[in-house]
């Protein structure tokens, strides 16, 4: 129900706000959580322009964009940042065992069969090896079988690839319930879905890019990423599902099949930031 009267505090999609700060809407203090989706135009940029009279204020985990972007050119420079490594130091985010996994497929072999020539890139998305996906289910089977009261997410590149591996996943006994949520899906199955795992009747999801961010389940104490990404952003999102404290938990199981040295270079680095050597 909308409100009458928007003195107080207002909560508000970006485009309700921006329509209402078109009226004449004008508080005295704009805060947006996932500032890292202000972009050089839009209707963020817009809404900050219009209320540039109030103090602005932006909080995110991941303020990288895509299109390289500064969001403060719009925010200004950060009050305050936290990182990662300093967040596990100081006990606000779970420890995280990170098992990175490289195959010996000889991709150049690969790129000169391919009739369409396809570079790396093209092949991670359209490639499925089902030797690759049985060995990733293997290791997840052992981490599953280490790890107290488990709940897994595996991140996969496409929908084909999460719906394949949900599908591989059900027919092994640990995880016949095992389903795939993705963009695909009608939004109230989504949202069926992913209640259902918050309650633990689904054990494990399978998911593509619709879980990295505005989602809290912190019983999720194992992360498999099947699928590459060079994005920092959507790697620090998705790696920030598996962060989260609850009581009993101490730590989360990170399964990275990369195939990737930018990958391997960013958990070598976040290893040394710990280590301290």
């Not at 970006?14 to 329509?19: F, K």
């Not at 989706?37 to 109030?54: P, R």
């Not at 084909?160 to 109230?188: Q, V, Y």
């Not at 633990?200 to 099947?226: Q, R, Y």
Request: proline share 3%.
């Amino acid at each position: 129900t909308r409100p009458d009267d928007l003195s107080g505090l207002t909560c508000a999609t970006v485009g309700l706000a921006l329509s209402a700060a078109r009226f004449g809407y004008r508080p005295g203090l704009v805060m947006i959580d996932e500032a890292h989706h202000v972009g050089e135009e839009g209707q963020y940029d817009e809404l900050l322009e219009l209320l540039s009279s109030a103090r602005h204020l932006g909080v995110t985990a991941t303020p990288w964009r895509g299109d390289k972007h500064d969001i403060t050119h719009q925010l200004g420079a950060p009050s305050f940042s936290l990182g990662i490594e300093e967040g596990m130091r100081r006990g606000y985010l779970a420890q995280v065992d990170y098992r990175l996994f490289v195959d010996d497929i000889d991709w150049d072999t690969v790129r000169e069969a391919s009739d369409h020539s396809y570079g790396l890139a093209e092949l991670n998305a359209k490639l499925f090896l089902p030797q690759r996906d049985e060995a990733i289910r293997d290791e997840l089977a052992t981490a599953w079988i280490a790890t107290h009261n488990p709940r897994a997410i595996v991140f996969c590149r496409t929908i084909e690839h999460a719906e394949r591996l949900a599908d591989m996943l059900r027919r092994t006994p640990l995880w016949s319930g095992a389903l795939a949520i993705h963009a695909g899906l009608a939004k109230r199955e989504r949202q069926n879905r992913l209640l259902a795992f918050r309650a633990g009747e689904v054990p494990i999801l399978t998911a593509v890019d619709i879980l990295n961010e505005g989602v809290d389940v912190p019983d999720v104490n194992i992360l498999c990423f099947a699928r590459v990404t060079h994005s920092r952003r959507i790697f620090v999102q998705q790696l920030g599902r598996g962060l989260r404290l609850r009581e009993g938990k101490e730590r989360v199981t990170v399964l990275d099949f990369v195939s990737d040295l930018l990958r391997i270079a960013a958990a070598l680095k976040l290893k040394r930031s710990l280590d301290g050597d």
